[in-house]
């Protein structure tokens, strides 16, 4: 059946938040555990929620550790977030063709919204969920099947694109296909690992692929 539905993740997909990200856990975490932190450190942190996150370091500070976080992060959001060449004109185009487009994504609805309107990005999506808006998050289907559900698509129709494994596994398990994007900061290797249907060198490839 023929793709009608692209649902993308944020970071690391649509947007470079890399450095951001990094920069806001070492800020966080070497406040509580001095030099303890290096950056090499904080990359598996990228992808899975903060409380999740934070749970595993500390579970009696999280919320502490959360806000934090966000403080540092939306301080020096539009300092460190830069764009991924061609998202902006891939986007555009496959808005202008009618697909429907939305965002699943781990973050918070405030800091999307600033990424969004940093990038220009914010009038292409019809539908974002954000962490606010679920009770579990990727890999578990909710939040593409709530992102699904509210574009009236079928999941057969869909295609999850994304940085990261919990993209790749959340679309296989909402039964969607799936694409990851060879800029992850993880590597293309990992992310090709969990075999998603396809691997993007730049976001225009979807144009050519669908």
């Known amino acids: ?3 009608n539905t692209i649902l993308f993740d944020l970071d690391g997909t649509l947007i470079n938040t890399n450095e951001l990200i990094i920069s806001s856990f070492l800020h966080t975490l070497n406040h509580y555990y001095p030099n303890r932190y290096k950056r090499e450190d904080v990359l598996p942190f990228i992808g899975p929620s903060l409380r999740e996150t934070f749970t595993e370091i500390d579970s009696t500070r999280v919320d502490e550790m959360i806000q ?3 403080d540092f992060n939306h301080l020096n959001h539009d300092l460190l977030v830069e764009e991924y060449e061609s998202v902006y004109d891939t986007v555009k185009e496959l808005k202008q063709r009618g697909y429907k487009l939305g965002i699943v994504t781990t973050k ?3 800091t999307v919204e600033m990424g969004l309107q940093l ?3 914010d009038g292409f999506f019809e539908v974002i969920v954000t962490i606010d808006d679920v009770e579990f998050v990727k890999p ?3 939040p593409l099947e709530k992102a699904l559900q509210q574009l009236g698509a079928k999941p057969e129709e869909a295609l999850m694109v994304g940085d990261n ?3 790749v596994m959340g679309g296989k398990n909402a039964g969607t ?3 990851g994007v060879a800029w992850s900061i993880k590597g293309r290797a990992y992310l090709e690992s969990y075999q ?3 691997m993007l060198d730049r976001m225009s490839d979807l144009l050519d692929m669908l």
Request: net charge positive; no cysteine.
């Open 1 to 3: 059946m023929k793709i």
């Open 165 to 167: 494994h919990h993209d």
């Open 108 to 110: 918070a609805r405030r």
């Open 140 to 142: 578990h289907p909710e």
């Open 196 to 198: 998603p249907d396809y």
């Open 177 to 179: 296909k799936t694409a």
């Open 68 to 70: 934090r976080y966000r």
């Open 119 to 121: 990038t220009k990005l």
